[in-house]
């Protein structure tokens, strides 16, 4: 038996990137091996093991035969006779495909080094067509990898285009999408991910209206990104989190009667992400009047925004307005918080207490909230 450190963790040592997980490939045991030791089988399909100490992935040597359509269409060999070469050769791309032995040797039987040198993405073999999946990962990567000097290769991107076929890209589970979408957004260059997919002809049947909107400016002879790349790398410049890095790229696409259907139709989208999605849209036209301080606006703003119920929500909505709308933000940074506080500072009970009941109550207190706003240093430049 022996273990070998494989794939992102040798990549990403080699290029100076701080290493987040690791993965081991185990050569020449069985099932039974691994059990015997304490290693627990992760998954019913793939011979993947958790170590019983450290919790990391071992996985089996093994080979892929293409079966079928798709992802999963494949039939997979495992034993102590798969050799590392064997297990290599099934994987995407040469720079995942370094090894490194248990005395620290980096091991290439692929020319990953060689890649690496000329920071080149490229796939190991021509059966890099049978797994759709490939697309994406491809796509995820160079949105990883571009801050380093990496591009696709050209042989590695025709292929690319030959595989972007309906029957391919229907074969995709919109779980597995979005997955691999959510991770690109943490990356350092995630609108990479979005134009390697155009380029490619994947966007257009994944999402139709972002694919849309980014090839319309090129129809119009435009040199400049589609407004939702620019707003998404505006996002990664504040240093936004992945969650405002999606709802202010995609609030621009969500506008008119059908809102935000066509993206949750697409994407299996969590409550984190497509909830403020939408509550963006109801809060847009109190925004630019909001932001130059207007007290009424500023008002409906934090109300409809629930910042007393969700606070960090409301601060998340109100960094996209800045990334959607930067000429109408607020010249001062703190103008909502401020502004938050001069509202909470009116209290219902103690307009109670003035025997104000009812309509009643409620008109005084939105007046007497508005006016604690307007008392407040305007959030423009004077």
């Known amino acids: 038996m022996k273990i070998y450190l494989v794939g992102g963790a040798v990549r990403d040592r080699l290029l100076n990137i701080p290493v987040k997980d690791r993965d081991w490939l185990v050569v020449g045991a069985t099932e039974e091996q691994m059990l015997e030791l304490g290693y627990q089988r992760q998954d019913g399909t793939f011979p993947v093991f958790r170590h ?7 996985a089996l040597a093994r080979r892929e035969i293409k079966s079928g359509t798709g992802y999963k269409g494949f039939e997979v060999e495992y034993g102590p006779d798969v050799t590392l070469e064997e297990d290599l050769q099934r994987r995407d791309f040469t720079v995942n495909a370094l090894v490194e032995d248990e005395e620290g040797q980096v091991i290439d039987r692929v020319g990953g080094l060689e890649d690496m040198e000329a920071r080149r993405l490229k796939h190991i073999s021509p059966a890099f067509v049978e797994d759709p999946v490939r697309l994406l ?14 591009s696709l290769a050209h042989d590695t991107f025709k ?7 309906p029957e ?9 999408v979005w997955q691999e979408m959510k991770r690109a957004l943490t990356e350092p ?7 390697t997919l155009q380029r490619c002809g994947v966007l257009q049947q994944l999402l139709p209206n972002l694919s849309l909107a980014m090839s319309g400016d090129l129809a119009h002879g435009s040199h400049e990104p589609a407004e939702s790349i620019t707003i998404l790398k505006r996002a990664v410049a504040a240093g936004a989190a992945p969650e405002v890095r999606f709802v202010a790229m995609f609030s621009p696409l969500c506008k008119g009667p059908g809102g935000c259907s066509w993206l949750s139709r697409a994407l299996p989208l969590e409550r984190a992400y497509l909830e ?12 630019p009047a909001a932001a130059s301080g207007d007290a009424a606006a500023t008002l409906d703003l934090l109300v409809r925004g629930r910042v007393r119920q969700q ?3 409301f601060a998340d909505l109100m960094q996209a307005c800045a ?7 607020p010249a001062s940074a703190d103008w909502f918080s401020r502004a938050a506080e001069a509202m909470n500072s009116v209290s219902p009970a103690e307009l109670s207490k003035e025997g104000l009941q009812g309509p009643e109550l409620g008109r005084a207190l939105r007046e007497r909230q508005i006016a604690a706003i307007d008392a407040l240093d305007q959030p423009v430049d004077q």
Not at 137 to 150: D, E, P, Q, V
Not at 159 to 165: H, I, N, P, R, S
Not at 168 to 176: G, T
Not at 189 to 195: A, L, Q, V
């Open 52 to 58: 019983p100490e450290t919790g990391e992935e071992y």
């Open 137 to 150: 990962r491809a796509a995820r990567f160079i949105a990883r990898l571009s801050k380093y000097g990496f």
């Open 159 to 165: 292929l690319m285009k030959q595989m972007a076929t």
């Open 168 to 176: 391919e890209i229907a074969s995709l589970k919109p779980e597995r």
């Open 189 to 195: 260059e995630p609108w990479r991910f979005f134009e």
């Open 276 to 287: 403020p999605l939408k509550q963006l849209q109801g809060l847009a036209r109190f925004y």
């Open 311 to 313: 606070p960090q929500r």
């Open 323 to 329: 990334l959607i709308w930067p000429q109408q933000a």
